[in-house]
């Protein structure tokens, strides 16, 4: 039986249909040989080839080993979506509003080796990587044009994704997301009403519940949110409320970093080798402690096509209930 649920934020309506079929054609999933090198020759994010990928935004080095000798770094898109450096002009046509590209494309290199891939890197190295976001935002926001900067990381090529190299990007623009905005809307009205967080109140729900959560540390959870859009949904957040994600602190990063890999051991354990997105929802970067607003990452594995009604109608149809994906992720079966 097929029933609806509103996700408390965003007002939106999903319909979770256990009956609906996910597709006859087989789940998609990222073929990648058994014996992927930990460096390759060909990669242009591979250690050798540093000069080909432009100038570096950011680095962390370590004493060189074996010819490697960076941890971290950050490069301009070579094929930018937005520049910084163009002059930003606004103009309207009629109706229609146009802005000039201004804004920054840059590429986090998430670590030197080819194969380290989400369920197989080091806590230790992910703890690195969002230093580095962390490290980009508090830079990017000194450019009082952007307003936002959006994190995200793409797996496969399902997901839009080219080098299997382990990357994510970040692109910094002069106006909010749609989803973030509508976040942000959504969350300032629950405070107007409650005078509490939304984020908040879900995180001690499901705290409580149990029933969708799939890992927990001192300062995170990860789990499956109640109104999930696509099957095995899953979003890790602060336990405690945070609105920005560069006011982390040590502790933070380091507790993110653990349950970070540990959600994507459990993902790949019952979807091994999938597709996926995964997107950062922060507080706007010119804006600091938002009673209302909660910093959160959103994981989408993509196991099949996305239907036209999704794309047009943000009318979504998720097979799997977010408690059976859950449930699943904890190494329970039903
Ligand atoms: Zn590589
Ligand atoms: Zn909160
Ligand atoms: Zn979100």
């Known amino acids: 039986m097929s029933e609806f649920r509103k996700d408390p934020v965003q007002n939106r309506w999903v319909i979770i249909d256990p009956d609906y079929p996910i597709d006859d054609r087989g789940l998609y999933t990222v073929d990648l040989p058994d ?17 080909l990928v432009g100038p570096e935004l950011l680095r962390y080095n370590f004493i060189p080993k074996d010819g490697v000798d960076w941890d971290i770094r950050v490069v301009p898109n070579r094929v930018p979506v937005l520049r910084v450096e163009t002059q930003i002009e606004k103009e309207a046509d009629g109706i229609y509003d146009w802005m000039s590209g201004v804004g920054a494309d840059e590429i986090l290199i998430e670590s030197p080796y080819h194969n380290d891939l989400p369920h ?6 992910v703890e690195q990587v969002f230093w580095a976001i962390h490290d980009r935002i508090l830079d990017l926001r000194k450019d009082t044009r952007l307003n936002y900067l959006f994190y995200f990381k793409n797996f496969g090529h399902q997901a839009g994704d080219v080098v299997v190299h382990p990357h994510s990007r970040m692109i910094g623009t002069p106006f909010i997301p749609a989803t973030v905005e509508e976040e942000l809307l959504g969350g300032e009205e629950y405070f107007d009403l409650k005078e509490r967080c939304v984020f908040c109140d879900m995180v001690k729900q499901e705290m409580k519940a149990g029933l969708r959560m799939v890992a927990e540390n001192e300062y995170f959870i990860s789990f499956c949110p109640y109104a999930s859009r696509y099957p095995f949904e899953t979003w890790i957040i602060p336990t405690g409320h945070l609105s920005h994600f560069e006011a982390s602190s040590k502790n933070h990063l380091y507790n993110l970093a653990e349950i970070y890999t540990e959600t994507f051991k459990k993902l790949h ?12 929802h ?4 010119q804006e600091e402690d938002l009673p209302y607003f909660h910093w959160h990452l959103e994981i989408y594995p993509i196991l099949t096509c996305c239907p036209g009604q999704a794309m047009g109608g943000q009318i979504y149809t998720n097979p799997v209930a977010p408690e059976q994906a859950a449930a699943a992720l904890r190494g329970e079966s039903e």
């Open 35 to 51: 014996d992927l090198p930990a460096l390759d020759p060909d990669c242009p994010f591979c250690p050798g080839r540093e000069a």
């Open 120 to 125: 197989r890197i080091q806590p230790n190295r």
């Open 269 to 280: 354990k019952v979807l091994e080798n999938v597709p996926f997105a995964m997107v950062m």
């Open 282 to 285: 922060n507080g706007p970067l």
